[in-house]
């Protein structure tokens, strides 16, 4: 079965620091895989989305970036950190059965301060 | 654009039902999907619905009418453990699902 690692579970960042999010999937082969962003009290953002290594689509400009350096590997990063960074960072993989399906990884909560 | 509209909140009895609706206007169609989302947590998949009518899953059942652009989640003998977010999502044909904001369901004795 298909299983999705996020790390960190939490962070707490200063503002201006670097971020680098990971998150690595099991059992399957080329997803398709996503970042989103939940802010406190509000919906899903869809903020990056790869179908293959080194295939990165961006879905709003931010001063957020990502990279797939491995298969199922799908890494979020920022140079600098905003306070409006903080948030709840989803990653997830496209079911391979049920097309559009989302399957999520436990998330990691950002805090920016 | 996209446009997804499901409640803010609800508020139900244990053992009761309660319905959740979500209204949407997407360029394509390719499904309808209904997430849970406790508090803290990852959303998890609940259902899919592609053709319109009822399709049930146990305590849990999802209605779509695709000419009326509509759908709604059914929540039968309502439990404390169903308090969370149910959050509605419509698949265009593309990688991308489109997702509502979600409606909180807050479950009470």
């Known amino acids: 079965s298909q299983t999705i690692h996020q790390w960190p579970a939490t962070l707490v960042q200063p503002v201006g620091s670097p971020l680098s999010l990971e998150c690595t999937v099991e059992?399957?082969?080329?997803?398709?895989l996503y970042w989103y962003r939940q802010a406190a009290g509000r919906g899903l953002q869809l903020l990056f989305y790869s179908v293959g290594i080194g295939q990165i689509s961006s879905e709003v400009p931010q001063n957020l970036s990502a990279s797939r350096p491995q298969d199922r590997q799908f890494i979020l990063s920022s140079k600098k950190l905003l306070l409006s960074d903080s948030g709840f960072y989803l990653c997830?993989?496209?079911?391979?059965?049920?097309?559009?399906?989302?399957?999520f990884g436990p998330g990691t909560r950002l805090l920016v301060l | 654009g996209q446009n997804i509209d499901q409640p803010t909140e609800m508020t139900a009895t244990e053992g009761a039902i309660v319905q959740i609706n979500c209204t949407y206007q997407?360029?394509?169609?390719?499904?309808l999907f209904w997430y849970q989302q406790h508090a803290g947590e990852a959303p998890t998949f609940l259902s899919y619905n592609v053709l319109d009518g009822l399709e049930e899953k146990g305590r849990f059942s999802s209605f779509l009418s695709r000419s009326k652009g509509y759908s709604y989640l059914l929540l039968k003998e309502l439990q404390m453990k169903d308090s969370a977010s149910y959050l509605c999502?419509?698949?265009?044909?593309?990688?991308?699902?489109?997702f509502g904001r979600g409606t909180s369901l807050i479950v009470h004795p």
């Open positions: 997407t360029s394509g169609f390719n499904g």
């Open positions: 999502a419509v698949g265009r044909g593309s990688y991308i699902p489109t």
């Open positions: 997830a993989l496209e079911s391979e059965t049920m097309k559009e399906t989302q399957y």
């Open positions: 059992g399957t082969s080329n997803p398709n």
